[in-house]
């Protein structure tokens, strides 16, 4: 999308800032191409359609897969719209949170602000716990490794621990690994259909991928089970709001970032379509690769078609670009620790808060959220089904957190004003449909995943919902309502700012 009218000049990124409330403290060394790749590196197709194919395979099959990807892409495109065009008006790390304190007041940018959290390190969990399997499918094939709950975990800390070392080294390094990710993605999609096209003697028809359904839940009703297979794409489509969290680190951010999260979602939706296809059509024996000795359906896929070597090489490119997405959501999350501790919405938020005055890298928010989403992942001990719901955890936190500032900016009486980047009369018919999508998938994702319920494949997703809401309720109480002080109080300040780049 584009915007609606020119708008006149605007002011200074960190100008803009200020008369936002904010003094920079960040390196602003992210171009328009670097802020686009952050969201599409934490989107990462290679990371949630592999990551997630088995559930998919579970749930609906072949059919709610594929069109699956294009229903809930074009709705995701609605979402990522309209939150684009509120982004463009509040430029700032903490974006979510922000938004939604400025257009709401305080107690929605407080638990906005809760969510997003908990989504963005649900999101870190996800990815890496997801890269660790591969990781593990990849040890297996070489070395006869076999994955365990335990073992697994411990290559989820080391990969933790490598994302942590390099957003450490400053934002400079991470605009360029999420540059090269994004040619990493779109080569890597390219290999992997190419060669599953190429290589073996026998492929699936175009019926069969288009009408083929498979439901290994347990529930019995294929519209409940069609609805759950929705998860798989909508998973992959979250973490777009990196463009927001990057903002401050952007040069022309009030344009950079808003076109950086609808280009991301645009980009991954084409490409995601082709490598679900590519990867269905190669599917040989449906249940030998729902029950893989490696543990991972798509790796089977690769060994069926392409034999071991051509299965270890694909692989390596799943894996590197899995890591690139980890590593992107890390960052993302640390400036959302960061910017919610300098308004003071996170207990210590004296120690969150902190900048390295080396690096301009937010040091306490990264090792917060790597341990806080390994802490997350402790489940899977003890639970065969505990990554499905780390999943569900990830879209039920940072879903409804996408969709409240769109709402408080629709309400009458809202105080918004369009940046530079709007939709013009567009924005209010985008904005409804992209809140009533976010609605209806809040709940879908909070649903019992099998059946029958049990305390293994119980859906723990609304718990930790609830438990971070609860949280942050508590928090609130006890010293959030005197702590969390955003600066966008200055009501008078922001809407003469907003009157000047319209």
């Not at 609606?4 to 200020?18: G, V």
Request: include cysteine.
């Amino acid at each position: 999308m584009s915007p609606a009218h020119a708008a006149p000049p605007i002011p200074s990124d960190d100008e803009h800032l200020r008369r936002l409330g904010y003094e920079p403290k960040l390196s602003r060394r992210m171009g328009a191409f670097g802020n686009f790749a952050s969201s599409f590196s934490v989107i990462s197709i290679l990371s949630g359609c592999m990551t997630m194919f088995a559930f998919g395979l579970n749930a609906g099959g072949p059919t709610v897969m594929f069109w699956g990807w294009i229903g809930v892409g074009a709705m995701v495109l609605f979402v990522g719209a309209a939150l684009a065009e509120v982004t463009s008006a509040y430029p700032t790390s903490g974006a979510l949170f922000y938004m939604a304190h400025a257009l709401g007041g305080p107690r929605w940018g407080f638990v906005v602000g809760w969510l997003n959290l908990l989504g963005l390190i649900g999101g870190i969990c996800g990815i890496d716990y997801g890269a660790a399997s591969f990781v593990g499918a990849f040890l297996n094939m070489q070395f006869g490794y076999e994955p365990t709950a335990p073992g697994l975990l411990g290559i989820f800390a080391v990969i933790l621990l490598l994302h942590a070392a390099l957003n450490l080294k400053g934002v400079r390094l991470v605009s360029v690994l999420n540059s090269v990710s994004v040619w990493w993605h779109l080569g890597g999609v390219a290999l992997i259909v190419g060669a599953l096209a190429v290589v073996p003697d026998h492929h699936r028809g175009t019926g069969w991928l288009m009408t083929h359904f498979v439901n290994n839940t347990g529930w019995s009703n294929p519209v409940y089970v069609s609805a759950l297979g929705l998860l798989l794409a909508q998973y992959t489509f979250c973490g777009y709001d990196a463009s927001a969290h990057m903002s401050e680190e952007t040069t022309q951010a009030s344009v950079s970032a808003p076109r950086g999260i609808v280009r991301s979602i645009w980009v991954s939706w084409i490409a995601g379509a082709v490598l679900l296809a590519g990867l269905l059509l190669a599917v040989g024996d449906y249940d030998a690769v729902l029950d893989s000795p490696t543990g991972v359906p798509p790796v089977q896929v690769f060994l069926d078609a392409l034999g071991v070597g051509g299965a270890k090489a694909l692989l390596l490119v799943v894996i590197v670009a899995q890591l690139f997405c980890g590593n992107a959501e890390t960052a993302a999350s640390s400036r959302m620790v960061l910017g919610f501790a300098r308004d003071g919405g996170l207990p210590a938020s004296g120690l969150w808060s902190r900048v390295s005055e080396r690096t301009g890298t937010p040091v306490p928010g990264v090792w917060l959220s790597v341990v806080a989403a390994f802490v997350l992942a402790l489940p899977s001990l003890w639970s065969p089904v505990a990554y499905g719901a780390v999943t569900a955890v990830n879209v039920v936190g940072m879903t409804p957190a996408y969709a409240v500032p769109v709402y408080l900016r629709l309400r009458r009486g809202s105080p918004f004003r369009p940046g530079p980047w709007n939709l013009g009369g567009r924005g209010r018919p985008v904005g409804w449909i992209a809140v009533g999508w976010v609605a209806l998938v809040t709940v879908l994702v909070c649903l019992p995943q099998s059946y029958p319920v049990t305390v293994d494949t119980f859906n723990y997703a609304p718990v930790a919902a609830l438990a971070a809401l609860a949280l942050a309720a508590l928090w609130w109480r006890l010293r959030g309502r005197y702590d969390y002080k955003p600066p966008v109080q200055q009501s008078a300040v922001l809407v003469e700012l907003s009157e000047e780049v319209v």
